[in-house]
T-cell receptor
Framework: DAGVIQSPRHEVTEMGQEVTLRCKPI?????LFWYRQTMMRGLELLIY????????DSGMPEDRFSAKMPNASFSTLKIQPSEPRDSAVYFC????????????FGPGTRLLVL | AQKVTQAQTEISVVEKEDVTLDCVYE???????LFWYKQPPSGELVFLIR??????QNEISGRYSWNFQKSTSSFNFTITASQVVDSAVYFC????????????FGRGTSLIVHP
């Protein structure tokens, strides 16, 4: 299996631009998670899905952030408009079965907003 | 409220030494999960273990072992006979029922293993 795939791996954009991060979970996994890692705040869970349905989005920082999972093999995290404080590494992870079981992480997307 | 404290910011050891990474947690909930993750220098995140609050048995996986003690609210991680490849940042996390098990992460401990 190819593992969790994230794209792009690196993104540099200017403040105010829309940014879309993409994730393909491991085939057959029914849970998908989006995390963010910054120096200031450390690791945070933003949102997670079960069977394509958002279960908890309490970690989403504000309305500028949105996440979707249109099907079992694809999810997006969108930031519109982006701000410099959104600069971070964004990780996607997936797991099979009960939530909080072994999670498999993607390589992350390193986002820099200028 | 949930809180995870990893008091050791950085630990430096020489290969083959045993090393213990400390994790202390706070929660008022009786049902919770504890986790450890590894982040090597390459940056990816690796899930290591999940324990639930009702299972205080220590866990061993190869050179890795975990000691869960409710009495001291600790979930410490020991690497036996450390190797250079163990060099990474290790994160402890807590997910409690009152917070829908959403993990709260510690700030991490950077482990450097010298050859």
């Amino acid at each position: 299996d190819a593992g969790v795939i994230q794209s792009p791996r690196h993104e540099v954009t200017e403040m105010g631009q829309e940014v879309t991060l993409r994730c393909k979970p491991i085939s057959g996994h029914d849970y998908l998670f989006w995390y963010r890692q910054t120096m200031m705040r450390g690791l945070e869970l933003l949102i997670y899905f079960n069977n394509n349905v958002p279960i908890d989005d309490s970690g989403m920082p504000e309305d500028r952030f949105s996440a979707k999972m249109p099907n079992a093999s694809f999810s997006t995290l969108k930031i519109q408009p982006s701000e410099p404080r959104d600069s971070a590494v964004y990780f996607c992870a997936s797991s099979l079965g009960t939530s909080w079981e072994t999670q498999y992480f993607g390589p992350g997307t390193r986002l820099l907003v200028l | 409220a949930q809180k995870v404290t990893q008091a050791q910011t950085e630990i430096s050891v020489v290969e083959k030494e045993d090393v213990t990474l400390d994790c202390v947690y706070e929660t008022r909930d009786t049902t919770y999960y504890l986790f450890w993750y590894k982040q090597p220098p390459s940056g990816e995140l690796v899930f290591l273990i999940r324990r639930n609050s009702f299972d205080e048995q220590n866990e061993i996986s190869g050179r890795y072992s975990w000691n869960f003690q409710k009495s001291t609210s600790s979930f410490n991680f020991t690497i036996t006979a450390s190797q250079v490849v163990d060099s990474a940042v290790y994160f402890c996390a807590l997910g409690a029922s009152g917070g829908s098990y959403i993990p709260t992460f510690g700030r991490g401990t950077s482990l450097i293993v010298h050859p």
